[in-house]
Protein backbone atom coordinates (compact mmCIF):
# COMPACT_ATOMS: atom_id res chain seq x y z
CA UNK A 1 0.00 0.00 0.00
CA UNK A 2 1.56 3.13 -0.76
CA UNK A 3 1.89 5.67 1.67
CA UNK A 4 -0.41 8.71 0.27
CA UNK A 5 -3.00 7.73 -2.53
CA UNK A 6 -4.79 10.24 -5.01
CA UNK A 7 -6.47 9.12 -8.00
CA UNK A 8 -4.77 10.13 -10.73
CA UNK A 9 -7.59 11.31 -12.98
CA UNK A 10 -7.86 12.99 -15.22
CA UNK A 11 -10.73 15.13 -13.57
CA UNK A 12 -11.97 17.21 -15.95
CA UNK A 13 -14.65 19.86 -14.65
CA UNK A 14 -16.42 22.55 -16.59
CA UNK A 15 -15.59 26.05 -16.10
CA UNK A 16 -17.17 27.67 -12.88
CA UNK A 17 -17.87 24.42 -11.43
CA UNK A 18 -16.35 22.88 -7.77
CA UNK A 19 -13.39 20.20 -8.43
CA UNK A 20 -12.74 17.87 -5.69
CA UNK A 21 -9.73 16.52 -5.18
CA UNK A 22 -9.49 13.44 -2.68
CA UNK A 23 -6.43 11.84 -0.93
CA UNK A 24 -5.47 9.25 1.76
CA UNK A 25 -2.65 8.85 3.24
CA UNK A 26 -1.58 5.19 6.26
CA UNK A 27 0.56 6.65 8.43
CA UNK A 28 -1.66 7.78 11.84
CA UNK A 29 1.12 9.78 13.04
CA UNK A 30 1.43 12.34 10.25
CA UNK A 31 1.15 16.07 11.26
CA UNK A 32 1.08 18.27 8.44
CA UNK A 33 -1.02 18.15 5.23
CA UNK A 34 -0.49 20.01 2.17
CA UNK A 35 -1.55 20.86 -1.85
CA UNK A 36 0.64 21.88 -4.59
CA UNK A 37 0.04 22.95 -7.76
CA UNK A 38 2.03 22.16 -10.24
CA UNK A 39 1.63 23.10 -14.25
CA UNK A 40 3.25 21.13 -17.03
CA UNK A 41 7.60 21.41 -17.37
CA UNK A 42 7.02 23.27 -13.88
CA UNK A 43 8.14 22.93 -10.26
CA UNK A 44 5.33 22.32 -7.73
CA UNK A 45 3.52 25.32 -5.82
CA UNK A 46 2.53 25.51 -2.37
CA UNK A 47 -1.45 26.36 -2.21
CA UNK A 48 -2.70 25.24 0.88
CA UNK A 49 -1.48 23.59 4.06
CA UNK A 50 -3.56 21.94 6.94
CA UNK A 51 -2.63 20.84 10.25
CA UNK A 52 -5.96 20.26 12.49
CA UNK A 53 -8.87 18.72 11.58
CA UNK A 54 -11.55 20.76 9.47
CA UNK A 55 -12.28 22.63 6.62
CA UNK A 56 -9.27 25.60 5.95
CA UNK A 57 -10.37 28.03 3.28
CA UNK A 58 -8.28 30.25 1.53
CA UNK A 59 -9.90 32.26 -1.06
CA UNK A 60 -11.46 29.74 -4.05
CA UNK A 61 -9.32 27.33 -1.91
CA UNK A 62 -10.95 25.01 0.67
CA UNK A 63 -8.57 21.99 2.58
CA UNK A 64 -10.54 19.40 4.50
CA UNK A 65 -8.73 17.21 6.97
CA UNK A 66 -9.83 13.94 8.66
CA UNK A 67 -7.58 12.04 10.78
CA UNK A 68 -9.80 9.74 11.69
CA UNK A 69 -10.74 8.96 8.76
CA UNK A 70 -7.12 9.40 6.97
CA UNK A 71 -8.02 11.91 4.25
CA UNK A 72 -7.86 14.94 2.78
CA UNK A 73 -9.39 16.70 0.14
CA UNK A 74 -9.17 19.75 -1.92
CA UNK A 75 -11.88 21.82 -3.26
CA UNK A 76 -11.82 24.73 -5.73
CA UNK A 77 -14.64 26.57 -6.62
CA UNK A 78 -15.85 28.78 -9.45
CA UNK A 79 -12.95 26.31 -11.44
CA UNK A 80 -11.22 28.50 -13.82
CA UNK A 81 -9.01 27.10 -17.01
CA UNK A 82 -5.99 28.43 -15.06
CA UNK A 83 -6.87 25.94 -12.66
CA UNK A 84 -5.94 23.22 -14.95
CA UNK A 85 -2.69 21.17 -13.70
CA UNK A 86 -1.22 18.43 -11.72
CA UNK A 87 -2.78 18.43 -7.96
CA UNK A 88 0.01 16.66 -5.81
CA UNK A 89 -0.88 15.95 -1.89
CA UNK A 90 2.18 15.52 0.42
CA UNK A 91 2.14 14.33 3.64
CA UNK A 92 4.97 14.76 6.48
CA UNK A 93 6.55 11.68 7.86
CA UNK A 94 6.93 10.08 10.61
CA UNK A 95 10.46 8.22 11.57
CA UNK A 96 10.49 6.64 14.51
CA UNK A 97 8.76 9.44 16.31
CA UNK A 98 10.41 12.21 14.24
CA UNK A 99 9.29 13.85 11.07
CA UNK A 100 12.88 15.56 10.05
CA UNK A 101 10.68 17.45 7.87
CA UNK A 102 9.99 14.90 5.17
CA UNK A 103 6.96 15.12 3.09
CA UNK A 104 5.63 11.88 1.14
CA UNK A 105 3.63 12.83 -1.96
CA UNK A 106 0.81 11.29 -3.87
CA UNK A 107 1.17 11.28 -7.32
CA UNK A 108 -1.00 13.62 -8.07
CA UNK A 109 -4.40 14.06 -9.87
CA UNK A 110 -4.35 16.00 -13.08
CA UNK A 111 -7.19 18.56 -13.32
CA UNK A 112 -8.56 20.23 -16.65
CA UNK A 113 -11.32 22.63 -16.36
CA UNK A 114 -12.88 22.97 -20.09
CA UNK A 115 -14.38 26.83 -20.76
CA UNK B 1 16.65 36.08 -8.10
CA UNK B 2 15.02 32.46 -7.30
CA UNK B 3 14.79 31.64 -3.86
CA UNK B 4 15.74 28.27 -4.58
CA UNK B 5 18.36 27.70 -7.59
CA UNK B 6 18.91 24.70 -9.52
CA UNK B 7 21.37 24.21 -12.07
CA UNK B 8 21.84 23.04 -15.34
CA UNK B 9 18.06 23.35 -16.30
CA UNK B 10 18.40 20.80 -18.67
CA UNK B 11 21.42 17.86 -19.61
CA UNK B 12 22.11 15.40 -21.45
CA UNK B 13 24.39 13.02 -20.36
CA UNK B 14 25.95 9.44 -21.97
CA UNK B 15 25.67 6.62 -19.41
CA UNK B 16 28.71 6.37 -17.24
CA UNK B 17 29.30 9.16 -17.08
CA UNK B 18 29.51 11.45 -13.91
CA UNK B 19 26.98 14.36 -13.48
CA UNK B 20 26.73 17.30 -10.76
CA UNK B 21 22.96 18.79 -10.21
CA UNK B 22 23.78 22.01 -8.44
CA UNK B 23 20.99 23.37 -5.66
CA UNK B 24 21.70 27.32 -3.92
CA UNK B 25 19.24 28.61 -1.89
CA UNK B 26 18.85 32.31 -0.45
CA UNK B 27 16.03 31.68 2.05
CA UNK B 28 18.23 30.86 5.10
CA UNK B 29 16.85 27.24 5.50
CA UNK B 30 18.58 24.68 7.12
CA UNK B 31 16.55 21.77 5.69
CA UNK B 32 17.00 20.48 2.23
CA UNK B 33 16.10 17.43 0.10
CA UNK B 34 16.15 16.06 -3.51
CA UNK B 35 14.13 14.56 -5.31
CA UNK B 36 13.04 13.11 -8.75
CA UNK B 37 9.73 13.02 -10.54
CA UNK B 38 8.96 10.47 -13.10
CA UNK B 39 5.70 10.24 -14.90
CA UNK B 40 2.29 8.63 -12.96
CA UNK B 41 4.62 8.20 -9.44
CA UNK B 42 5.06 11.51 -8.29
CA UNK B 43 7.91 12.86 -6.16
CA UNK B 44 10.60 10.50 -4.44
CA UNK B 45 12.76 11.33 -1.84
CA UNK B 46 16.43 10.84 -2.77
CA UNK B 47 18.59 12.51 -0.41
CA UNK B 48 17.94 15.32 2.97
CA UNK B 49 19.57 17.12 4.88
CA UNK B 50 19.56 19.32 8.06
CA UNK B 51 22.80 20.88 8.36
CA UNK B 52 25.87 21.19 7.00
CA UNK B 53 26.68 17.92 8.55
CA UNK B 54 23.56 15.50 8.88
CA UNK B 55 22.79 13.81 5.73
CA UNK B 56 20.33 11.31 5.65
CA UNK B 57 18.99 8.89 2.64
CA UNK B 58 15.42 8.60 1.00
CA UNK B 59 13.88 6.34 -0.07
CA UNK B 60 15.79 5.74 -3.16
CA UNK B 61 19.32 6.89 -2.89
CA UNK B 62 20.75 3.55 -4.79
CA UNK B 63 22.93 5.08 -7.99
CA UNK B 64 23.57 8.58 -6.03
CA UNK B 65 25.41 10.63 -3.70
CA UNK B 66 24.87 14.26 -2.53
CA UNK B 67 27.06 16.84 -0.90
CA UNK B 68 26.36 19.76 1.52
CA UNK B 69 28.82 21.69 1.02
CA UNK B 70 27.63 24.93 2.85
CA UNK B 71 23.87 25.74 4.71
CA UNK B 72 23.18 27.53 1.14
CA UNK B 73 24.30 24.97 -0.97
CA UNK B 74 23.88 20.89 -1.52
CA UNK B 75 24.45 18.98 -4.70
CA UNK B 76 23.40 15.99 -6.01
CA UNK B 77 25.62 13.57 -8.00
CA UNK B 78 25.39 10.11 -10.11
CA UNK B 79 28.48 8.48 -10.40
CA UNK B 80 27.86 6.76 -13.61
CA UNK B 81 24.66 7.93 -14.90
CA UNK B 82 22.19 4.81 -16.46
CA UNK B 83 19.27 5.47 -18.63
CA UNK B 84 16.50 4.89 -15.65
CA UNK B 85 18.28 7.94 -13.85
CA UNK B 86 16.00 9.85 -16.69
CA UNK B 87 13.80 11.92 -14.40
CA UNK B 88 12.74 15.23 -13.74
CA UNK B 89 15.06 16.41 -10.38
CA UNK B 90 13.80 19.26 -7.84
CA UNK B 91 15.81 20.76 -4.79
CA UNK B 92 13.59 21.53 -2.04
CA UNK B 93 13.93 23.93 0.87
CA UNK B 94 11.73 24.29 4.44
CA UNK B 95 12.08 26.15 7.32
CA UNK B 96 10.04 23.82 9.88
CA UNK B 97 11.30 20.35 11.37
CA UNK B 98 7.43 19.04 11.01
CA UNK B 99 7.60 20.74 7.39
CA UNK B 100 5.10 23.03 9.02
CA UNK B 101 6.27 25.77 5.93
CA UNK B 102 5.66 23.48 3.37
CA UNK B 103 9.00 23.09 1.12
CA UNK B 104 10.26 25.89 -1.71
CA UNK B 105 10.83 23.99 -5.04
CA UNK B 106 13.77 25.11 -7.26
CA UNK B 107 12.74 25.16 -11.02
CA UNK B 108 14.12 21.42 -11.68
CA UNK B 109 16.64 20.31 -13.49
CA UNK B 110 15.45 17.41 -16.63
CA UNK B 111 18.15 15.24 -17.09
CA UNK B 112 18.13 12.17 -19.56
CA UNK B 113 20.86 9.77 -19.69
CA UNK B 114 21.26 8.27 -23.31
Known amino acids: QKEVEQNSGPLSVP ?66 PSDSATYLCAVNS ?11 FGQGTILTVHP | DADVTQTPRNRITKTGKRIMLECSQTKGHDRMYWYRQDPGLGL ?7 DVKDINKGEISDGYSVSRQAQAKFSLSLE ?3 P ?26 RLTVV
Do not use: H
Not at chain 1, 17 to 41: E, K
Not at chain 2, 44 to 50: D, N, Q, V
Open chain 2, 44 to 50: RLIYYSF
Open chain 1, 15 to 80: EGAIASLNCTYSDRGSQSFFWYRQYSGKSPELIMSIYSNGDKEDGRFTAQLNKASQYVSLLIRDSQ
Open chain 2, 80 to 82: SAI
Open chain 1, 94 to 104: IAGGTSYGKLT
Open chain 2, 84 to 109: NQTALYFCATSAGDRGDYGYTFGSGT
